[in-house]
């Protein structure tokens, strides 16, 4: 008697849904080492992209130009003279540096991108031009206490803070009127500050700015990667960019005022006034790090093919369990009994999917490759579900229910801003479907 009702329990429905729980969970084994695949492959593209971006060059960041003139300030010590025992006053003079932003910044910027590939990976770069012209003006000092010979006005220089020197092209220099000033690199004693700077030799200010105003132009191009910033500092900043580039990310601290976005390219046009930012047209105490307070625009692939694989393989325990759920019902419904070894074919069939999808999509698109693993895996299950089920009726109905959850995976992982309310309707209508179909099965007969 006791070996009858051992037999009766595990051949009950209890005990074949323990058994297919158990085994939906121990597949979650090998589905991890599918997401653990997709995140090494992931890794290496973007050890790829970088290798790419540092060959030609990494993203860009510009500040400036801007008016660096040294003056003197005395700093006073008192000694006590030996002799005397008196004490007396004595002064050093010391170098400090003040710096003055433009009136006027206007920029044209147009940057050229296109998708560079190596071994499957893809990085997107871009040859920038940007033109820039403006003006100084003499600045007013009145409100320090510096006085008005302590400023080197003849030893002053033009500067610019920039990232990536590497990807500069060709000459950068600096147009006042008849004059053109040729930047240099120098150094920075700031180690928190990893931009570096270029600078013009000294030049007199003073007869620069005699007329109380000085226009300049000035042009730079560079190879780029990844995104490219630029600080406001005129006082009034206007920017315009034109690119081919079909799907621009915009961000830093201002966004553009106009812009247009079509599958060609973009045009955007800024427009940042110096009340529109924390900090002042002068600085004595050292030159700030402003890069938080840029506006910059991303040229990165929107959802990239690993992405979108780490996202589908997120729904892999959902597959599964749902697939099994689908033969479970199948199984109680017609009273064909399916061994745990014919589950467990099925849910490593479902899982191929998953590294079909990956290894394919390297060599073609997502959607291609989402395609082909999903016939593939659709008709595996498919032909395989007849040798078990010994009809046709309910292998075509796994078939378009597989192909049913797969297409409603895919539509969720191209949404972005609805996945989880079209996620949410789906698995409420789902469970409702599952709940109908099984709602006359007698579970203790099963």
């Not at 050292?286 to 929107?302: A, C, H, K, Q, T």
Request: charged content about 20%.
């Amino acid at each position: 008697m006791e070996t009858n009702q051992k037999t009766s329990f595990f051949q009950s429905g209890t005990a074949k849904i323990i058994m297919v729980g158990l085994l939906t969970l121990i597949l979650l084994i090998p589905l991890e080492f599918v997401k653990g695949l997709i995140k090494e492959r992931a890794q290496r593209q973007q050890e790829v992209v970088e290798e790419i971006n540092d060959k030609w060059g990494r993203h860009v960041y510009l500040y400036g130009p801007m008016l660096k003139v040294p003056y003197t300030v005395y700093e006073e010590e008192s000694l006590i003279d030996e002799k005397t025992k008196q004490v007396v006053t004595k002064r050093s003079p010391k170098t400090e540096y003040a710096y003055f932003f433009p009136e006027e910044l206007k920029s044209d910027i147009k940057v050229n991108t296109e998708e560079k590939s190596r071994n499957n990976y893809q990085s997107v770069i871009f040859k920038s031009d940007i033109n820039i012209k403006g003006s100084f003006i003499k600045p007013d000092i009145s409100n320090r206490d510096i006085p008005s010979e302590n400023m080197q006005w003849d030893k002053a220089s033009i500067i610019i803070r920039t990232n990536n020197i590497k990807g500069i092209k060709g000459e950068v220099s600096i147009n006042f009127g008849s004059n053109k000033y040729t930047f240099e690199p120098v150094a920075i004693n700031n180690g928190k500050d990893s931009t570096s700077s270029l600078a013009t030799l000294p030049i007199d200010a003073g007869a620069l700015l005699q007329n109380n105003t000085a226009p300049f132009t000035m042009a730079i191009s560079y190879n780029g990667s990844r995104n490219i910033a630029f600080v406001p500092v005129g006082k009034i900043t206007e920017a315009s960019m034109v690119s081919n580039w079909h799907s621009p990310s915009f961000g830093g601290n201002f966004l553009p005022e106009n812009k247009t976005i079509t599958e060609k390219g973009f045009t955007a046009d800024w427009k940042i006034s110096y009340l529109n930012r924390p900090f002042p047209q002068q600085h004595f105490d050292g030159l700030p790090d402003l890069s938080e307070f840029s506006f910059n625009v991303d040229f990165m692939i929107p959802v990239d093919q690993y992405l979108q694989n780490e996202r589908a393989s997120k729904y892999g325990f959902l597959v599964i369990g749902l697939t099994f759920l689908i033969f479970f019902l199948i199984q109680a419904i017609s009273k064909i009994s399916i061994h745990i070894f014919q589950y467990t074919m099925i849910g490593l069939a479902l899982i191929m999917f998953y590294t079909l999808l990956i290894s394919i999509t390297e060599h073609s698109s997502f959607t291609l490759a989402y395609i082909i693993a999903g016939c593939s895996v659709v008709a595996m299950i498919g032909l395989y579900s007849i040798s078990i089920l010994k009809n046709i009726k309910f292998p075509v109905f796994i078939a378009a229910s597989l192909s049913a959850l797969y297409t409603f995976i895919y539509v969720i992982i191209q949404l972005e801003n609805y996945a989880l309310l079209v996620g949410s309707i789906g698995l409420f209508l789902i469970l409702g479907a599952v709940m109908y179909f099984s709602r006359k099965i007698d579970w203790g007969t099963n």
